[in-house]
């Protein structure tokens, strides 16, 4: 492999041509990096809506687009809480808010400090005589009161992990963990990273506009100490990561698939091996270091095996040294205190070997297949197979990009659902501000495509619950559907391929006007292609099991535009809207009993109160019903072995319980009392808890029995 004279341009070329064939692409890295700031964008549009105190940013490899499906990198998200206002100077004190002073002395560590509570009514310390001890929260030091970083310790979920600073949610089967940290926005540069402003490389990187817009952004602190600090409780981190994506965001496609090497060889060779002492914010730190120690023309796709090796050298300088600079603030030593003499010489020993075998150790990476094609683009030995083309690859990413903007569409819609209160007239009053206050942002927004597209994803979900609950109070007080009413209808059509319409068509159904329930349902059903579309739901951590290969091939074409044409989200109704619900969904709204309450935990399951049902499930069940009252035999039988059919063979239905209870009750029109009571029991084997079909059992062997008995006598 290495006989060619031109051995490091040649290994290089078809490394990239490796890498782009597992999607290490400008296209698919553009297209992560807008999938998560999207996701990014709707998050804080959420919780601006809720009037909540907190932001949500997306930071990490997935939001970088710096990763592969073989790297499973976890999804990291930073909450910074906005309640609080972190100074570090005195004139940034602002009355009426709880102040923090940036503290750092000889007791804290390089790129941590301590957090000072200040007065609100004036910018003088916090006095002890005045504080309301909480020793769990507060603790005095030489006459000030610091602020402990055991607030992410406070409230943990149940199933959630602490790990360091962050919360850590496992994902589903086929989704990325979860990691949440906890953190406050400091609006100022950090006093430590003055320095780097003022620097450049050999390479001028970063330029001199990057460093004046990361000055912007200011810092985070995180709550978490060094390892060797000696405020274990007391010291916070801070953090630079706005800047960090900033910089991420700056670099070429060879730089970050350097990157993603280093990440492989860390996961292949090193981590398994020494306990996990390094990390890829390492790996990062030292890609930067690289880049701005050599010219640019250096990183380019003929010389990214060199590229690799110099990133991999100066990785184990770091290690020799046991220190490595934090890029930003580089008195802040990333590997103090990591590693074990045994574990330093053995990941020296290991760089060592990949370093001296000029890429051969790349043949031996399994993630993603990287080592087989490898060997297969350089013709060594008989040609070998792999598993995921390229084009199945795109495909797989991209089908995971959109369900997770599917998810966090499904997920911010819920949250705004779970902040309404009993009441019709509040809940209007509420949906009606929300879709209001959106309207407003969107005529506001000029042309950040990123935020009208967050808009555009969750305002019809509104539309369609304001219209929905305006219905229900015409439907109660007048018998009708009013214009206003029909206006929200129309305008939440959109929102997948059928939710919205679902919702127009239950009214309708309700109101009496079948024909045209009719006609709203088979349009629905039109744009319901089986082989495409999928079903998509956040009410629980229900994964899906397979996607379908058409749904995989349409999201290589687009972006979030095609949740319109193969997403199907479910159909949620909340009690105020009980008269837009056919009374056999309506059970679903009172599925809990008194037992079942004290068991459920209301931090997630407070959807339980409302009635949830996949759109096909619940598209068959209404045309059933729609037909029945028209006295359309034929079509109303079809409609229910459509029922049957979905449920027995749609793998990706969330609420699958829920739809068996619809047919159940469908059988028992039928008078297939045997099968309703089938149906009942499978749907109680899926779900014990929380199930109307507790209800509909005894209400079903009650009329049974009353039948035998009116016919004996």
């Known amino acids: ?8 341009q040649t290994v290089s070329l078809k490394l990239s041509e490796v890498l782009n064939d597992i999607s290490v692409n400008e296209r698919m890295i553009l297209k992560r990096r807008r999938m998560f700031l999207l996701m990014e964008t709707m998050e804080t549009s959420t919780q601006s809506l809720l009037g909540s105190n907190h932001s949500i940013y997306r930071f990490g490899s997935q939001s970088e687009g710096s990763t592969t499906l073989g790297l499973k990198s976890d999804a990291d998200s930073l909450i910074a809480f906005k309640n609080l206002n972190v100074i570090q100077d005195w004139g940034e004190w602002q009355p009426g808010r709880h102040n923090l002073l940036m ?3 000889e007791t804290t560590s390089p790129g941590y400090c301590l957090l000072q509570c200040l007065r609100n009514d004036e910018p003088l310390p916090f006095s002890t005589a005045l504080l309301d001890h909480e020793p769990n929260r507060y ?7 610091l602020l402990k970083n055991t607030l992410s310790t406070d409230a943990v979920i149940a199933g959630n992990v602490i790990n360091g600073p962050a919360t850590s949610r496992p994902g589903s089967p086929g989704t990325a963990d979860q990691d949440f940290v906890q953190a406050f926005h400091c609006k100022s540069w950090p006093a430590e990273a003055q320095p780097w402003l003022l620097q450049q490389g050999i390479g001028r990187w970063p330029t001199e506009d990057m460093q004046r817009y990361c000055k912007t952004t200011g810092c985070f602190v995180v709550p978490v100490s060094s390892k060797n600090g000696r405020n274990e409780q007391l010291e916070w981190r801070i953090s630079t990561s706005q800047a960090e994506r900033c910089l991420m965001f700056s670099l070429n496609i060879t730089q970050l698939r350097c990157y993603i090497l280093t990440k492989m060889i860390l996961k292949t060779f090193i981590n398994p091996q020494c306990d996990g002492v390094l990390s890829s914010f390492m790996c990062k730190t030292v890609l930067f270091h690289c880049i701005q120690n050599t010219r640019s023309n250096n990183w380019v796709q003929s010389n990214l095996l060199a590229c690799l090796m110099c990133c991999l050298t100066v990785l184990q300088n770091f290690v020799r040294q046991e220190n490595c600079p934090h890029f930003i603030i580089p008195e802040n030593n990333l590997m103090a205190r990591r590693m074990s003499p045994h574990n330093k010489v053995r990941v020296f020993e290991i760089l060592q070997k990949i370093i001296q075998s000029k890429g051969r150790a790349l043949l031996e990476i399994p993630i993603d297949d990287l080592g087989t094609r490898l060997q297969v683009k350089v013709n060594m030995g008989e040609v070998c197979q792999y598993h995921v083309t390229p084009a199945q690859m795109h495909a797989k990413i991209s089908s995971l990009l959109l369900q997770n903007i599917t998810a966090t569409i499904s997920k911010n819609h819920k949250r705004l659902l779970e902040s309404m209160h009993d009441g019709n007239e509040m809940v209007y009053e509420r949906l009606s ?3 209001l206050t959106l309207t407003r942002m969107y005529r506001a927004m000029g042309s950040n495509s990123l935020e009208i597209s967050a808009v555009r994803l969750v305002a019809p979900l509104l539309s369609s619950s304001l219209g929905s609950v305006i219905a229900s109070h015409n439907i109660y007080t007048t018998h009708s559907i009013s214009p206003e009413a029909l206006g929200c209808f129309s305008v939440g059509l959109n ?5 919205g319409g679902l919702k127009l068509a239950s009214a309708l159904y309700c109101v009496g006007d079948m024909e045209r329930a009719v006609f709203v349902l088979r349009n629905t059903e039109e744009k319901y292609d089986l082989n495409t579309v999928e079903p998509a739901c956040n009410c629980s951590d229900h994964s899906l099991l397979y996607l379908r290969q058409r749904f995989m091939h349409k999201c290589t074409t687009g972006n979030e535009e095609l949740i319109q ?6 159909v949620r109704f909340l009690r105020c809207e009980i008269c837009c619900v056919p009374k056999e ?3 679903e709204m009172f599925r809990s009993t008194q037992e079942d309450r004290l068991e459920r935990d209301e931090m997630v399951d407070y959807w339980l109160d409302w009635a949830v049902v996949d759109s096909l499930p619940y598209l068959y069940f209404l045309q059933y019903r729609t037909y029945g009252a028209l006295q359309r035999v034929a079509d109303q039988q079809y409609a229910l072995a459509n029922l049957v059919t979905t449920i027995d063979t749609e793998h990706n239905l969330t609420h699958r319980e829920t739809a068996i209870n619809l ?3 469908c059988m028992e029109q039928e008078n297939r009392h045997i099968d309703a009571l089938h149906c009942y029991m499978i749907s109680l084997n899926i779900q014990a808890r929380n199930n109307a079909a507790n209800f509909l059992i005894c209400r079903l062997l009650y009329e049974v029995v009353n039948r035998q008995e009116n016919t004996w006598n």
């Open 1 to 8: 492999m290495s006989r060619d004279p031109d051995y490091y």
């Open 103 to 105: 503290i750092q002395d």
């Open 139 to 145: 603790h005095v030091s030489r006459g000030k009161v």
């Open 433 to 435: 501000d929300f879709t």
């Open 495 to 499: 929102s997948d391929v059928s939710s």
């Open 565 to 570: 044409h193969t997403t199907a989200l479910c």
């Open 585 to 587: 969904l309506q059970y």
């Open 663 to 665: 047919l159940g009750q």
